[in-house]
């Protein structure tokens, strides 16, 4: 049986949709539709049931998902094993290999550079793939195996499938530009919600925390723009234009500039950071050391 059918049908469980789990996993929607015909067949037996509000695996999908995903997992360990002779690497040998991992934009912009120089330095046959990322589509890189770790700004992690461990917090700054009228200066909500915030992109959980309550503050329209971008949101305050609620890591250079300053706005509790793989899948010798060094690099800035 060829495994790809198998990662497709794990990813379409996960997705929901034909269509989620074609973009999910790169490729047309015919193509995934054509392998799950084809994996139906194979088995004797339908898998999911299509429905208007999306796919549901039948009672024989769900049986088979567990043992697709330890399928998946055992060819992972097989393809380290034949690329790196490191199934499970003794202590001192090299570890090598790559590791996909996805992070905020925050963290990708002020603390993993560090980390990856670090890897970089104490295992040269390790090659990491940071991408930026939101929570949602960082959880469906887990979830269908694109990705091997990810750093969430959450609270929480609820979702079953993955193990999130707490490894840092973040602590939180408003900011404007040096000349501006709260630079410097106490604010609270009803002065806050009446100018223009720059903020992450929705889906970031403390950004989404602040736009509820200023748009829940009466009497007043709070103007909100959100970009994907960390830097665009500073240019954008740096220059004028309004405030910004970011993890003080990403704005600590331009404070110390004084090309932004610090507002004393109400308290903002520090942003956990979680750091989250699947909990059925295979950790490989590459994946922990990354692992290892995220959590050793944080608990040291922290």
């Known amino acids: 049986m060829d495994t790809r059918l198998l990662q497709t049908f794990v990813t379409l469980v996960r997705a929901g949709s034909f269509t989620a789990a074609a973009r999910s996993l790169h490729l047309a929607q015919s193509t995934v539709t054509v392998q799950i015909r084809t994996l139906e067949r194979e088995l004797g037996t339908p898998l999911f049931d299509r429905l208007p509000s999306g796919t549901v695996p039948t009672r024989a999908g769900l049986r088979l998902l567990e043992d697709a995903e330890a399928v998946l997992d055992a060819v992972a360990r097989l393809r380290a094993r ?53 929570t949602a589509p960082a959880v469906d890189g887990l979830r269908s195996g694109r990705l091997d770790l990810a750093l969430l700004l959450e609270p929480e992690v609820t979702d079953r499938d993955l193990l999130a461990r707490r490894i840092a917090s973040e602590p939180l700054v408003y900011v404007a530009a040096a000349d501006h ?15 223009s915030f720059f903020v992450h992109e929705e889906g970031c959980s403390y950004s989404d925390r602040l736009v509820g309550v200023l748009e829940g503050m009466p009497g007043v329209r709070p103007r909100i723009t959100r970009f994907g971008s960390i830097d665009a949101t500073r240019s954008c305050v740096a220059a004028g234009l309004g405030l910004t609620l970011l993890p003080r890591v990403t704005v600590a250079g331009q404070l110390a500039e004084g090309r932004l300053a610090e507002v004393a ?38």
């Open 82 to 134: 034949a690329s790196t002779g490191q199934g499970d690497a003794a202590d001192g040998a090299a570890i090598e290999g790559e590791v996909a991992v996805a992070a905020g934009d925050s963290l990708c912009s002020a603390r993993l550079p560090g980390v990856i120089a670090a890897l970089r330095r104490d295992h040269p046959g390790l090659d990491v793939h940071l991408q930026a990322a939101a």
């Open 265 to 302: 706005g109400p308290a903002a509790e520090p942003v956990p950071v979680q750091l989250v793989r699947h909990r059925r899948r295979w950790v490989s010798p590459a994946a922990r050391a990354v692992a290892e060094e995220l959590a050793r690099a944080f608990t040291t800035a922290s």
């Open 181 to 195: 009228r709260l630079a410097g200066r106490t604010a609270d909500w009803a002065e806050l919600a009446r100018e």
